[in-house]
């Protein structure tokens, strides 16, 4: 069974830092481009970056770009996301995601609230 355990979040305030984890069981972790998403209530999910499955390659959101970086940990199944300079609104839930096949796998996400 695919699982995805995010952790990390908090409150933070504008300019400041996090980082969230994610801990991955069930697959075959290295086999596998991982992706951040986050969503606010009321909206659609929004992308924010992924990395390949050897961690050579990062993409990210133009919303990001420059203030959070991805990394990963293929010996210990761990993703990250360290989030630098951070705004009011990058305040979401955050999700690590994989697509495996036809299915879109999530964990229960980790809330990211910036305010002074």
């Known amino acids: 069974e695919v699982q995805l355990v995010e952790s990390g979040g908090g409150l933070v305030q504008p300019g400041g830092s996090l980082r969230l984890s994610c801990t991955a069981s069930?697959?075959?972790?290295?086999?596998?481009?991982m992706s951040w998403v986050r969503q606010v209530p009321g909206k659609g999910p929004e992308w924010v970056g992924g990395i390949n499955k050897l961690g050579g390659s990062t993409l990210y959101a133009d919303s990001v770009e420059g203030r959070f970086t991805i990394s990963r940990d293929n010996a210990h199944n761990f993703l990250y996301l360290q989030m630098n300079s951070l705004k009011p609104e990058d305040t979401a839930v955050y999700y690590c995601?994989?697509?495996?096949?036809?299915?879109?796998?999530w964990g229960q996400g980790t809330q990211v609230t910036v305010s002074s």
């Open positions: 069930g697959f075959t972790f290295t086999s596998y481009d």
């Open positions: 995601n994989v697509r495996i096949g036809p299915n879109d796998y």
